[in-house]
Each structure stands twice: as C-alpha cells, then as structure tokens.
C-alpha cells in the first residue's frame, strides 16, 4: 500500500466539478465588498470622502483606516524570527491606509453592499484626495543616496542586515584561492498566480468571529487575528474548505481579512469578499526578488574553498509574516547545495520599497540559494574547463553525517548518486548531432544541468489524531493541510496501511480551529514529514490500546500479542480479534481493561523539529532562434531523492508543477514596476506570462531513494522541489546555446526581448 501509485481520491470531486471552494459557499443573504485600492505607489492623503459612496444603492457599509483605528483595531503582525545585527524595522501596517499609502494596490478604504457590483460601483464615488510623494521599487536603489525615504524609522530603507556563517574562515579562503568566480546575479520578482484566488467569508454570531477563508494555516491566523483585535483566541474560529492552491501566499494574514471580520461584526451579518487577479497582482504577496555579489573561491583542482553572498531582499512596503525570514533563515539553510564548501558568508540587507510586500513562495529563500551557488558553479566549470558533472561530482557531499558550514546537519543523501543517474539518462553523446541538426536550421542548441539541495520542514511540531466515528468512518484529523498536493490520498494509504482497513473508511479532517486542536498548516514542503509522523504517532496509540483490549479479552499479556494487517493475534496459540472487533469492543466499558476509558481515540504531537534534505540533478535542452530570441525548451530531466515514497505518481506530480512554476520564472515570469511613479505594468496575465502547456515538454522525473532515519516513514518533503532546481537548470541550457555567439550572462526571466537584445550586443561587441 506504501509505494504504490495511486490515483488522488480528491479528483473524483475535482473534476466532477464537486469541489467546495469559498466562492461556493457564501452563505444565502450575505453582503459582498470591494476594496478601494491606492493608485500611487508613494502619496500622503490628505482627505477621504465617503459620504456619496455611503448613500449609493445597495450600500450597508463603507469603512476607513480611521473607522478601524477607532474600533481599537491593531496593524497586522509580522511574526517571523530573525537575529539580525541590530534591529528589525517593522512598521505598523494598518488594515486599511490611514496617513500614507506606501505602493500600489494598498487597500484605503473597504465598501460592503448587497451584491459585489454595488459595493465596486461604490467604491469608484469614494473621493480621495492624494499627495504624491516621490517612490523608489528597486532594492538596490531604495539603498542609494538620496532615495526616497519610505519609513521615518528605517534610515537608508533598510530593514535589517542579516550575517550567517564564519566571516575570519571565508575572507581568509578567499585570499588563498586560485581562483575567484564572481556573478552578479538578480532573481526576478514573481507572482504565485493560484488558479483560486484569495477569497473569504466573515460572520459574526454576538459572541464569536468566523472566517471562512481560502487559507493554508488556519491555527498561525488566528494567533493574528488575536493580536490584531485584542481578543483571546477562542474568539475566532477559522476554516478552509477546498483551496485552488495556494504556493506559500495563503499562508498569511491580510488586510481584507481584518476588514472583513470588521465589517461582519458592525453589520452582524456574514459579508464575503473574493478577489480578482488584479487585485491578487497588486495587494496579494510576491515572491523572490533577491539581488547582488556572490562570489566562489577555488583551488587549482577546482575544489571548492568558500562561498561568499551580498545580497539585497526586497521587502516592499510592510514586512509580510515571515518576509524578512525568507532570504535570511531560509536561504541560509540551502547555500552551498549539495556541495561540501568549507566556508561560506552570507550577508543580506532588507530594502523598504515602494511595492507590495514579499513573502514566502514556493521555496521561500531556498530556490534564491540554490540559484546563486548553482550560477557560480556552472561558471566555474567553464572558467575551469572542467566538466559541468566532473565539477560537480568532485566537490558533492559524499559522506554522512555532514555538518554544512551554516550548521545543518544532513543525515542522508545521494548527491554523486544523482549525478551518476542523470547522466547515464542524458545522452550527451548524442547531444552534438541534435545540437547539429539544431544549427542545420538556423537554430542554436544548448544542454544545461545543476543540482539542488532542499531543506524542507517549515515549522517545527505537528498535532494529530484519530478518531472513530458512529458511522464507522475513521476521521484523520490534521493539523497540517492540503491546498492541492493530494493528501487525502497519501494520508489515507499511510493510514490503511498502518491500521489494516480498507481505504475507503478514512475522512480527512483538517483545516478547522475548531476540530483540530493545533496546527501548524502547510508551508515548506512539511506536511508528510511533520504532519504523517503526528499521524504515526496517534495510530501507534490506537494499536497500543487496542492490544491490551484484546489481551483482556483473549486473557493472555499485551505483549505476547502480535498486530498485522488489521489484526492482533496472540503468537502462542493463534488466537485472534480484528482491529474492527475492537474498535466495537472498546465502546462497551465491560471489555475493557480495569481503569481504561472506552473508546480507541487517541491524538499525538510531533515534537520533531529536524529538516528533511531532498536534493537532485536535473537537465534541460534548449532550442533558441537567434532572429527573434525566442527560446523552445525541448527537453526536461529531473533525478531526485525524496527517501521513502507514498505514493510515486503524486510524488511526480508534485516535482512536475513545481518544475512549471520554475521554468516559468526562467524564462517567462517578472512582476515589473515603473522605475519613476512605482507604477505595476504587471497587474494582470495580458501583461505577466504564466507558462501554458507549449511552453513544456514532457517533465521526465526519475527517483533515487536515500531513506531518511528523521522521521518512522523515511520521507522527505517534495513540495517545492521542482521550483527549487528548475530556474538554474534551464539558464544553464540556455547560457550554453548562447555561448558561440559570446553570450555570458543572462537574468531571468530570459524572454524573446531579452535574449535578442543580449545576441545584439554580443554581435555589436564582437
């Protein structure tokens, strides 16, 4: 059962069109909002007038930062955990703009009407008179003399300096070094894009707040929530039902949520609000933005000595939830991939922009460090002259345990392994009749491969527990979550295969503060390691039960009886009760053992706070015209480790949309901004390109297994791996087929224009 593929459980109701997403479920009678949003990316406001607004058709309620500042309604929370040198700066961030606004998009006011045209209808008579202010939307220009001031507390708009690693051990490897490689390198803003976008329903019942939300953390929220209104956490009951996705942006708290929960305790009556993607672009979170110096240091064998980073991460205007731990803790945790550097620096400063704040996103910080090591390597290799593979194999972790030089602790991997698997698949000895056959065309050819390291785990400690219901279902109930990834079928086969029924008697229940009593949701590819072993733990609780029940029963010592397959037999005489026999036994106090309450239930919380290390080989060829920089990637191959597999189909499945979303920030992906008013030219897809279905060829993924003794099933996280080891991959191909043109270096996304324009200059230079 463990192993096999199965197909999802889920989809029956996906595709039948059966799925519950929050727009399905606005209550009969519910009013709708809109948000007002700033058109300035920097202004101070001087007036808002609400009055013709207020007395438009339809119109119950229109509010204002001063309305909610009036309630005692606090700034939004930016709880992540950061040693910085000196403090971390973080602003108030109020549900709606009071004095300023600070980018474009951010909500100024919040209308609520019987249907969602009225209150959009009337959020365009809301006058508002601005101030424009001067706006800067570039991390390394918001630190340039004479910027914009964004923040009276944040001199210079820095939000923090951040340092991880030996500063003494890298500057003094680097000075003995044979040879330095060093990049300048930026990695491009992005959208998560779900095909669901964020959406809510608020009500208030006179003594409690809910929110149903499209969400992936439903207990982290409510702690929020708690801060924001004063109140105790029993206040607020959160739930989810199905989540069209959610790739790290629905993990946080936002300002329509507060609104939202304003709205429907005046109104007393559920309000619900669900946004478009314009809104999403403008006032929803972005991903990456990761910008400076990383430099490699060698010796004359083409070993790795050190490994030095200077960057700058974009915050935008607010620090979002875990923003600032993104490019600090995060990317700390993955620098160096898979390679054995004995040294490495890391120093990262936040800029305050002028653009919407930046938090996690699939990866969230270890796809930024993957993609600077994996950039320096590959230019090592061609300034070396050594192999891409040859530089790579000699310079992997080939031994375990292994501290890195940031101080993680890998307990497996099969970093050469990998190496080994994906060239044997390549076919680089055919490569230069393709790359012939390419030129024979008019077309450049080029092959491309890198590695990844993931560090998966997001946050520490998982709850779960299980329970027999009164129609014979047993109910699994999660702290962690699912918002796409499948875990009603890999939660569901874990659980058969531990119990020893049929998969068809288990319900998922997660995502409800109200049925489940802690939880950390999902985020950093946590929710099998984490959240299974929560599971393991609970059902090796109803085993333990249900044996001294049947020792009881079968008057014979709880340890001479074995449990298989979904029944505990005494060893000695073959005597036997089956889970399901139990299951009713143990509802009648008079089988039980002496002092034992009825009943099999039983919960557990994982304590574990250990990262998994899932890592691969990938490699891609490219096709590009030199005539109108258009690139075709023609072929994908991806060789990772994930230990144990559940479930090998999903496990693709999982690798193949990240593997999307990666080759999209290579070559197609960027959230832009007007460098002079802080403008978004991006706001919608006429304008950002999310990669369609040509824009891919088949996503080949092939499995290693390097078992990890971190948690009882061996996995470790797949999530966010694809994203994690496309981006550099795909670069590297394409850095390949430029190179006879004297191509060197490219940013993402690489797109028609941009790699027309890099040709140009390369011709005009030669």
């Known amino acids: ?130 101030d424009p202010l001067p706006a800067v939307v570039d991390s390394r220009a918001a630190f340039a003399p004479g910027a914009p001031r964004i923040w009276p507390e944040a001199p210079g708009n820095r939000a923090f300096r951040f340092e991880r690693g030996d500063r003494a051990a890298t500057e003094a490897a680097f000075a003995a070094a044979a040879r330095v490689i060093e990049l300048d390198l930026v990695n491009n803003r992005v959208h998560a894009a779900p095909i669901e ?128 731990a993104c490019p600090t803790n995060s990317v700390s945790t993955a620098i160096g991939g898979v390679y054995a550097i004995p040294a490495i620096l890391l120093e990262v400063e936040g800029a305050f922009t002028n653009s919407t704040p930046v938090d996690a996103y699939r990866g969230a910080g270890k796809p930024e460090a993957n993609y600077l090591t994996e950039r320096l390597v590959e230019a090592a290799a061609r300034a070396t002259g050594l192999d891409p593979i040859e530089i790579r194999r000699r310079n ?28 044997r698949l390549l076919d680089r000895e055919g490569f230069a009749a393709r790359r012939a056959g390419s030129e024979a065309r008019g077309m450049l050819r080029g092959l491309g491969l890198a590695c990844f390291l993931e560090t998966s785990r997001g946050a520490p400690q998982e709850w779960a527990a299980v329970r027999f219901a009164p129609d014979g279902m047993v109910d699994l109930c999660i702290g962690t979550q699912s918002n796409g990834q499948g875990l009603e079928t ?31 949701g999902h985020g950093g590819a946590r929710s099998l390691h984490v959240g299974a072993t929560a599971l393991v733990l609970a059902m090796e609780k109803v085993i333990d039960k249900a044996r001294h029940i049947a020792a009881h029963l079968l008057q ?66 490219v096709e590009v015209d030199p005539e109108t920089g258009a690139v075709t990637l023609l072929r994908y191959l991806a060789v990772d480790d994930y230990g144990s597999l559940i479930n090998p189909m999903l496990t693709a499945g999982q690798v193949q949309g990240g593997l ?67 981006p550099q991959t795909v670069m590297h191909a394409l850095l390949d087929a430029l190179r006879p043109l004297g191509v060197t270096h490219l940013d993402m996304p690489a797109t028609p224009e941009s790699v027309w324009r890099a040709i140009r200059a390369a011709r005009a230079a030669a």
Not at 72 to 93: H, K
Not at 490 to 499: D, E, G, K, R, Y
Not at 559 to 587: H, N, P
């Open 1 to 130: 059962m463990i192993g096999e593929s199965r197909r999802r459980i889920e989809d029956a109701r996906f595709l039948t069109g059966q799925g519950r997403y929050v727009a399905d479920l606005i209550p009969a009678g519910a009013l709708h909002a809109h948000a007002l949003r700033s058109p300035y990316a920097h202004a101070r406001i001087l007036s808002v007038d609400v009055a013709a607004a207020a007395a438009m058709p339809g119109v119950a309620l229109v509010l204002t930062g001063a309305d909610l500042a009036a309630e005692g309604i606090g700034p939004l929370p930016c709880p992540a955990v950061v040693q910085t040198i000196g403090p971390l700066v973080i602003p108030d961030r109020p549900a709606l703009a009071r004095e300023t606004v600070k980018h474009v998009g951010e909500p100024v006011a919040f209308v609520v009407a019987e249907t969602a045209a009225q209150a959009r209808d009337a959020a365009e008579a809301i006058l508002v008179e601005y």
């Open 197 to 324: 976008p964020r959406g809510a329903v608020a009500a208030w019942d006179g003594t409690r707040l809910d929110l149903l939300l499209s969400g992936m953390g439903v207990h982290g929220l409510r702690r929020q929530l708690s801060t924001v209104f004063g109140l105790p956490e029993e206040a607020f009951h959160l739930h989810c039902p199905d989540v069209g996705g959610g790739f790290g942006m629905k993990n946080f708290l936002f300002p329509e949520h507060v609104a939202l929960l304003s709205a429907a305790r005046r109104l007393g009556c559920p309000v619900a609000w669900i946004a478009d993607h314009t809104e999403e672009f403008q006032g929803a979170v972005h991903g990456r933005d990761y910008q400076g110096i990383a430099r490699l240091a060698l010796d004359d064998q083409g070993r790795f000595l050190a490994l030095h980073a200077r960057m700058a991460a974009d915050m935008g205007a607010y620090c979002s939830a875990h923003g600032p």
């Open 396 to 423: 992997a972790i080939a031994s375990f345990p292994y501290r890195s030089a940031t101080g993680m602790l890998m307990d497996t991997g099969r970093f050469r392994d990998n190496l080994a698997d994906l060239e």
């Open 490 to 520: 890999s939660f569901t086969q874990i659980a058969s295969a531990w119990l020893g029924l049929e998969e068809s008697r288990f319900r998922l229940v997660q995502a409800d503060t109200d049925r489940i009593a802690f939880g950390n």
């Open 556 to 621: 014979v010592a709880p340890e001479s009886i074995e449990f298989a397959e979904g029944c505990f037999t005494v060893t000695a005489t073959g005597a036997a009760l089956t889970l399901d026999a139990l299951i009713e036994a143990s509802r009648d106090p008079q089988d039980l053992p002496e002092g034992m309450e009825p009943g099999l239930d039983a919960e557990a919380k994982n304590l574990s706070d250990l990262i998994t290390f899932p890592s691969g080989a990938h490699a891609a060829e």
């Open 660 to 726: 999307a979303q990666g080759i999209g920030q290579a070559l197609l992906e960027r959230i832009a901004y007007d460098p002079a008013s802080g403008q978004l030219l991006s706001a919608s897809f006429m304008d950002y390109a999310l990669p369609r279905a040509e824009d891919l060829p088949d996503l080949a993924v092939y499995f290693g297994e390097a078992r990890t003794q971190s948690n009882p099933l061996g996995v470790k996280g797949v999530g966010q791996a694809g994203a994690i080891g496309a």
